[in-house]
């Protein structure tokens, strides 16, 4: 089912892609795409493709900011997310709002890296957060939309993102998911979106 919808999807989107592909690159020249190393099943690591949303030097830009501003560092640590972050593009402002920017894993799901639903993908940093609820995450593959997505996204706190994992991996069924993706275009439309 995963690998048969991400299929259509990326057919039937190909257009938009290719649309979003060139206006990154007419904005801010540089790579496309972001690849960064996630969590999969098992532990398995992978590459989590994202449309690139950020200025080409975002990590150093990120290590001025968390070495001069304790508030921001603060809220780094807290939500690994930072308010009006500077590193990202305006253009990369808007994707992120609409969740464009995360089609680029219909890929992974075609990979079998991910699923079209499933826990948000993490980083290895983040998997203390979860403490002895680690396994639950681990017992799935993440998936492209999910609890915390129609759950109130980034209003959510960290702890309330690992809990709605753990439910959507105790209480999973087929009726469950279709759920989730008929409501993540409404909560995708009608929320503040991912910062």
């Known amino acids: 089912m995963d690998f048969t919808l991400a299929l259509a999807a990326l057919v039937f989107i190909f257009p938009l892609l290719a649309f979003i592909a060139i206006l990154i690159k007419i904005k801010d020249p540089g790579p496309i795409f972001f690849a960064q190393t996630r969590i ?3 532990g398995r690591e ?3 493709l994202k449309f690139r949303t950020m200025v080409v030097d975002a990590q150093q830009r990120l290590d001025a900011l968390l ?3 304790p508030v921001a560092a603060k809220e780094w640590r807290t939500s690994q997310k930072i308010s009006n972050d500077p590193r990202i593009t305006p253009l990369g402002a808007f994707l992120r709002r609409s969740s464009l920017d995360e089609l680029p894993q219909l890929i992974n799901i075609l990979k079998g890296e991910m699923s079209i639903v499933g826990p948000r993908p993490i980083q290895w940093n983040e998997a203390v957060r979860y403490g002895d609820k680690f396994d639950f995450y681990l017992s799935t593959r993440p ?3 999910g609890l915390w ?3 109130g996204r980034s209003d959510t706190s960290y702890g309330e993102r690992v809990d709605l ?3 959507y991996v105790r209480d999973w069924s087929v009726v469950g998911d279709i759920k989730i ?3 993540t275009v409404p909560a995708v439309l009608f929320s503040k979106g991912a910062r």
């Open 40 to 42: 999969g099943r098992n």
């Open 46 to 48: 992978f590459k989590c």
């Open 67 to 69: 070495a001069s501003d």
């Open 143 to 145: 998936g492209l939309t």
């Open 149 to 151: 997505q129609i759950s």
């Open 165 to 167: 994992d753990v439910s």
């Open 181 to 183: 993706i008929a409501m």
